[in-house]
């Protein structure tokens, strides 16, 4: 039950061709200056080793297995979604094993499945690499997350006739630009794909501007939708309430991002939390709101529970408790989608918390929720720092137009959910499928 597969010119076959040898060529040395930096011995060497399809990590791998590949933390994640409802929809008999590209992808992978989930990096994308992973695992389908295309790794499994999936398939306005230059390639790469599982429409008709074919793409939704949130501790800290200033949750903010939002913020008599991505360059923003004048405090120096906040700012250099100060916020600015290299975070997690959200205009990587929130009315975008100050006032001077848009960005969030039980029905539907063939040419 193989795929068809578009007939391949001699031009794309030796490109190919020229990028299997000189990524050989590369492999090989990074493989030789990595031993000398680490010893050609030792946990980090068997890491490598298994990486070229060889050494003692791809011992005793379940034979059979479902195949998925997420690259890294984000991909992790979102195939952790996934996985109670693949589980279900193959049941217990079929071994899953999990392979990532990165240290975060790995790290993500051992708290987010259960010991049963073998986890392990994936091979490079070279010829020798991606065929002596095959030989050792005999998959019964591979599945990759997201913008996962590597030519060699799909050409060795249409080779072995395993079925190829992309789940959770999204395609960001920086790598459409990249894949459609080079659509004459990339066309006969994706024609190995059994079926491509779209995010959005957008992104199933981006997956067709670069050359897969229309047939084999479906939309399934985002897996991440799928998220439970969590409810925070009971009130792990407050705000005065004998002040009357609303709050204001600037979330996952990124540099630049601080200074333009107290800018826009402060002047209108509210409060403000300050929670930046990477808690590390808290210390930078810390003087940066005291160069400012407004009185702030930093969340680490307060008590673990039942913390009171007095001062004009929050500054959340903590873990874990995001949620926490969403919940105490009248509305949240998303960090991140006024950056352009960044292009947003995930604002669902505000949109649990009933918290409307003002988006700035760089959410590429997040298209599907900003579209969804703002057509349902959970959130308003602006077209730079210009315009927050104005829609950060109508929620100020409303709140009860803001407690409307929060409740709108919960029935959004509720209404999106499902991918990954639409995704695992197609796993397993061709998953089926391949067992009837095989089946059927075993016993001609």
């Known amino acids: 039950m193989s795929v068809r597969n578009t007939p ?41 080793l298994a990486r070229f399809g060889r050494g003692r ?34 049941g217990d008999q079929i071994p899953i094993i999990l392979t990532c590209t990165t240290a975060s992808g790995m790290s993500m992978a051992g708290k987010r499945f259960p010991q049963a989930v073998r986890c392990l990096y994936a091979p ?41 999936v992309m789940y959770n398939a999204r395609m960001p306005d920086a790598d459409l630009g990249k894949y459609a230059r080079f659509r004459w390639i990339f066309k006969h790469v994706l024609s190995t794909v059994r079926m491509i599982a779209a995010q959005t429409a957008e992104d199933a008709a981006r997956y067709c501007a670069i050359g897969a074919p229309a047939d084999r793409i479906t939309v399934t939704g985002n897996i991440k939708n ?46 403000l939390v300050v929670a930046p991505r990477h808690v590390q360059r808290a ?37 874990g408790e995001l949620m926490s100060a969403a919940r105490e916020s009248l509305l949240v600015i998303m960090g991140g989608s006024f950056t352009r290299r960044i292009q947003g975070h995930n604002p669902m997690e505000a949109a649990a918390l009933s918290r409307p959200v003002i988006l700035g205009p760089c959410m590429d990587n997040f298209r599907d929720a900003r579209d969804a929130l703002l057509a349902g009315g959970g959130a308003v975008s602006v077209q730079g720092y210009a315009g927050l100050r104005d829609a950060v006032r109508n929620w100020v001077e409303n709140p009860s137009g803001a407690d409307q848009a929060g409740k709108n960005a919960r029935k959004v969030l509720e209404s999106l959910r499902g991918a990954s039980t639409r995704t695992a029905e197609i796993m397993s539907t061709i998953l089926i499928g391949r067992k009837k063939f095989d089946s059927f040419h075993l016993h001609r």
Not at 143 to 149: H, K, M, R
Not at 265 to 271: C, E, I, K, N, S
Request: proline fraction near 6%; charge should be neutral; aromatic fraction near 10%.
């Open 124 to 164: 490079l994308d070279t010829p020798g690499a991606v065929r002596r992973f095959f030989q050792k695992l005999e998959p019964t389908i591979l599945a990759v997350a997201e913008i996962e295309i590597w030519p060699n790794l799909f050409r060795e499994a249409a080779q072995r006739d395993v079925p190829l």
């Open 283 to 319: 210390r930078k923003i810390a003087a940066l709101l005291r160069k400012s004048g407004y009185s702030f405090v930093v969340r680490s120096s307060l008590e673990a529970e039942g913390a009171v906040i007095t001062t004009d700012v929050l500054l959340l250099d903590t873990f």
């Open 57 to 90: 990590l791809l011992e005793g791998l379940p034979k059979h297995a479902v195949w998925l590949h997420a690259v890294s933390g984000g991909e992790v994640a979102a195939t952790a979604l996934l996985y109670p409802a693949l589980r279900k929809a193959l």
């Open 8 to 48: 391949m010119p001699y031009s794309v076959r030796c490109i190919l061709a020229v990028y299997a040898f000189l990524l050989t060529i590369f492999s090989w040395i990074w493989l030789g200056l990595a031993g000398v930096r680490y010893g050609f011995h030792g946990a980090a060497w068997q890491i490598l």
């Open 226 to 271: 799928d998220q439970e949130y969590r409810n925070p501790p009971e009130r792990v800290f407050r705000f005065d309430q004998a002040d009357p200033r609303p709050v204001i949750l600037l979330a996952s903010s990124h540099p630049g991002e601080e200074q333009a939002v107290l800018d826009a913020v402060m002047t209108l008599g509210a409060r």
